[in-house]
């Protein structure tokens, strides 16, 4: 686990820099105005990976679906899982870190 300058644990931010490092928070706690913005963003991003989900599934039992969409799925999935295991990773380096 990453820790600042005092110690104390870095949180693992659900977003990125623009050339895709990751991003941390320093904080004092869970209720500054970061963390629970950090918060709401994880919520939003794991809501839009369960619909992605359910979309790719009902596409994927169309047997007329064509390459396009097909790719378009797998990009979208893809993004998902990877927003949903930085989350993961994000979670278990606090639960950890307590």
């Known amino acids: 686990m990453l820790r600042d300058g005092t110690g104390a644990p870095l949180r693992l931010l659900p977003w990125t820099t623009p050339d895709g490092r990751p991003c941390y928070l ?3 706690g ?10 709401e963003v ?3 991003l794991l ?7 359910s979309a790719a599934k009902s596409l994927l039992d169309d047997p007329t679906v064509g390459k396009g969409e097909l790719r378009f799925t797998g990009i979208r999935l893809a993004e998902s899982l990877g927003d949903a295991l930085r989350i993961a990773a994000s979670r278990g380096g606090r639960l950890a870190g307590d």
């Open 42 to 44: 994880e919520s939003e």
């Open 30 to 39: 869970d209720g500054s105005k970061l963390s629970r913005m950090a918060d």
């Open 47 to 53: 809501a839009s990976a369960a619909y992605v989900l």
């Open 26 to 28: 320093s904080s004092d």
